[in-house]
């Protein structure tokens, strides 16, 4: 039986997210806005209340640095507002606007089209296995930092 190569499976994941993004940019190149900023964006619209960075950090897996950047982007073209946190003055919540509230239906287009080009051929097992075995992807990336450096070499 041939072993399987992990390399390549890694680099077909990071192609897997390249191309999603280009995509995405595509369909989106019109609206002035990235695939990462439509992200960022329906989560918003979806969630409807105000959130932090901190929060959309934790839910999006963004990096602050990245999220601060397309936050100031968002906010410079009128998609959200920043309101000081009434809890915390040292914290600002973020809501989407009037203006990506009339962007909400090309945004969630644009995510059916990628989503059904991307599982085209997939059955519902085979999506329930793609998403337990991506959860623990995850939850092994997020052991790696307390995982013993000799159980990590042995990759």
């Known amino acids: 039986m041939k072993s399987i190569d992990c390399a390549a499976l890694m680099r077909d994941t990071r192609q897997i997210g390249i191309r999603l993004g280009l995509d995405w940019g595509r369909a989106l190149a019109r609206e002035g806005i990235t695939g990462a900023q439509a992200q960022m964006l329906l989560h918003l619209l979806h969630r409807g209340d105000g959130i932090s960075l901190t929060a959309l950090h934790r839910d999006t897996g963004f990096s602050m640095a990245a999220l601060s950047g397309q936050l100031k982007s968002l906010r410079e073209q009128g998609y959200i507002r920043a309101e000081p946190c009434p809890e915390d003055d040292r914290r600002k919540l973020f809501y989407a606007t009037e203006k990506s509230r009339r962007l ?52």
């Open 104 to 155: 909400q239906e090309t945004l969630d287009a644009a995510l059916d089209r990628t989503k059904r080009q991307l599982y085209r051929g997939f059955s519902e097992e085979d999506l329930r296995t793609l998403e337990r075995l991506q959860k623990q992807m995850l939850q092994n990336l997020s052991d790696c930092g307390k995982a013993n450096p000799k159980e990590v070499s042995n990759l």
